[in-house]
Every structure is written in C-alpha cells, then in structure tokens.
C-alpha cells in the first residue's frame, strides 16, 4: 500500500501534482494537445529534460491522469490522452492562471487564455471539459469549440505583438 503523508485532500491532491512539471505536462496536453513525446519535448516553453518528460509521464500514467495507447499511424510512438481525473483540473488550472494574471509578470500572448477562461467562467470551463471529452475519451463533439477560440485568441495576440515589436523599431530607425 501507498504511504502518505497524511490523508488531508490538499496534501494528497500535491503529492500527485505537487512537482514542478506535472501540471506543466497536463497543460500542453490539454490546452496545447500535444500527444506524443516529441510534441511534448519539442514545444515546451520551460524547456523540460527529456528524463524529466520521460519520468512525469510515466508518472501522471500511474496516477490515472493520463493515458498512453499506441500510435496507429507509427508503431514506435504512442498517444498521450487525458483521463476524466485529469480533465477536472480544468477549473484548478483556470484559477491558478487567474492567480498569475494578477501577481505574475505574465507575457501577453501566454496569458490570453487564461484571462479568456477567467472572463468565460464556469459555463466556458464546462465547455472546454467537454471538448476535451470528446477529444480525449471519445465522448460527443460540443457544438463550440473552446479550444479554437482559445487558439484564434492567441494568434491574434501574438500577431498583435508582432506588429508592435516592428513598429517600435521602425521608430526607433526613423531620423
């Protein structure tokens, strides 16, 4: 049997997500839908070892957070899916992203989504965790798609940013 530090909810809910790249993992497969390993290591913002990678996954797969099936398209590859558990944090993730907006200097592109699920609340949180179903346990697709607001937002804003960045230099350069 499993030892515990204690049977408190926040302190076992830690002792599964508690380490610095656990939710990190989650999130790119959530918000990022990054399935396979290579997508997951390449992509990383924070730049995850791929020991490190290795060992969360196989971890979050132990927890029950998420799921690993082989990949029909490459018989050396397998699909990362989240679990129902997994996509419960759904709401934890909003308010620690809501928590960071407000006492993190947050970049402005990374955080849109957050303040998007912020603005949306439950009812867009509901949403998304249904389309995550969908996605990855096979559930019935919404008739919205949280995910593509949520990527079309970020678009806009580094394209925004993008534009900023070239107009500043542009004056910058002017005589």
Same mark, same amino acid.
């Given at each position: 049997m499993?030892?515990?530090?204690s049977g408190?909810?926040?302190n076992l809910?830690?002792?599964?997500l508690?380490?610095?790249?656990?939710?990190?993992?989650i999130?790119?497969?959530?918000?990022g839908?990054?399935?396979?390993? =290579?997508?997951?290591?390449?992509? $990383?913002? /924070?730049g995850?070892?791929?020991n490190? @990678?290795?060992?969360?996954?196989? &971890?979050l797969?132990?927890?029950g957070l998420l799921?690993?099936?082989?990949?029909?398209?490459?018989?050396?590859?397998?699909?990362?899916?989240?679990?129902?558990p997994?996509?419960?944090?759904?709401?934890?993730?909003?308010?620690?992203?809501?928590?960071? =907006?407000?006492?993190?200097?947050v $970049?402005k /592109?990374?955080?849109?989504?957050?303040? @998007?699920?912020?603005?949306?609340? &439950?009812?867009?949180?509901?949403?998304?965790?249904?389309?995550l179903?969908?996605?990855?346990?096979?559930?019935?697709a919404p008739?919205?798609?949280?995910?593509?607001a949520?990527h079309?937002?970020?678009?806009?804003?580094?394209?925004?940013?993008?534009?900023?960045?070239?107009t500043?230099?542009k004056?910058?350069?002017?005589?």
């Amino acid at each position: 049997m499993d030892q515990h530090r204690s049977g408190c909810p926040i302190n076992l809910t830690l002792e599964v997500l508690g380490d610095r790249w656990s939710l990190i993992v989650i999130r790119d497969v959530m918000f990022g839908n990054r399935r396979h390993f =290579r997508e997951l290591l390449g992509n $990383s913002e /924070e730049g995850i070892a791929s020991n490190i @990678l290795s060992a969360r996954l196989k &971890r979050l797969v132990a927890e029950g957070l998420l799921s690993k099936n082989p990949d029909p398209s490459h018989a050396q590859k397998s699909i990362y899916s989240l679990t129902g558990p997994a996509i419960e944090l759904v709401p934890i993730l909003v308010q620690m992203g809501a928590w960071g =907006r407000r006492h993190t200097p947050v $970049s402005k /592109e990374l955080s849109i989504r957050a303040q @998007l699920l912020e603005e949306g609340g &439950r009812a867009m949180w509901q949403g998304f965790m249904d389309e995550l179903r969908h996605i990855h346990l096979g559930a019935p697709a919404p008739k919205v798609s949280v995910l593509s607001a949520l990527h079309d937002a970020y678009l806009r804003v580094v394209a925004e940013e993008a534009a900023n960045h070239q107009t500043k230099e542009k004056g910058a350069k002017a005589p």
